[in-house]
C-alpha cells in the first residue's frame, strides 16, 4: 500500500512562496504520474499540477500557470510544489496523489489511485 505523506504548508503573506513537498513510501513511486489538488472551504476538490513519472511532462491550473512548479526526485521518492506570488484564493488543503500509470497526466481527481492526508495553506493579505 502507497503512502503519501505531505508538508509545508503554513501562513503566508499574499505575495509570498512556500515550497510542499511529498514523501512516498510502500510503492514504486519512479513509475507514477503525481498530481498534487487543492480543496478549499465550501469547494470542491480541484486539480493544481501533476508530472509524470520520469518527470517528462507537466500540467497545472490555468489558475496556477506561471506561479506554481511542480517537480519530482525519484531518488528521493519525493514530489515538490513550488508556489510563489501567492494569493488569498490559493488558501485551501493541498493534497499530493499518486496515479499507477505513470506515462499519463490526469487532472480528473477520480484517476488517482492513492491519497496523502493534505496539508494547509493559508495566504492572509
Known amino acids: 500500500q502507497v503512502q503519501l505523506v505531505e508538508s509545508g504548508g503554513g501562513l503566508v503573506q499574499a505575495g509570498g512562496s512556500l515550497r510542499l513537498s511529498c514523501s512516498a513510501s510502500?510503492?514504486?513511486?519512479?513509475?507514477?504520474?503525481m498530481g498534487w489538488f487543492r480543496q478549499a472551504p465550501g469547494k470542491e476538490r480541484e486539480f493544481v499540477a501533476a508530472?509524470?513519472?520520469?518527470?517528462?511532462?507537466?500540467d497545472y491550473a490555468s489558475s496556477v500557470k506561471g506561479r506554481f512548479t511542480i517537480s519530482r526526485d525519484n531518488a528521493k521518492n519525493t514530489v515538490y510544489l513550488n508556489m510563489n506570488n501567492l494569493k488569498r484564493e490559493d488558501t485551501a488543503v493541498y493534497y499530493c496523489?499518486?496515479?499507477?500509470?505513470?506515462?499519463?497526466?490526469?487532472?480528473?481527481?477520480?484517476?488517482?489511485?492513492?491519497w496523502g492526508q493534505g496539508t494547509q495553506v493559508t495566504v492572509s493579505s
Open positions: 508530472i509524470t513519472s520520469c518527470g517528462s511532462t507537466r
Open positions: 510502500g510503492g514504486t513511486f519512479s513509475s507514477y504520474t
Open positions: 496523489a499518486a496515479r499507477r500509470q505513470g506515462w499519463r497526466l490526469s487532472t480528473t481527481s477520480y484517476e488517482y489511485d492513492y
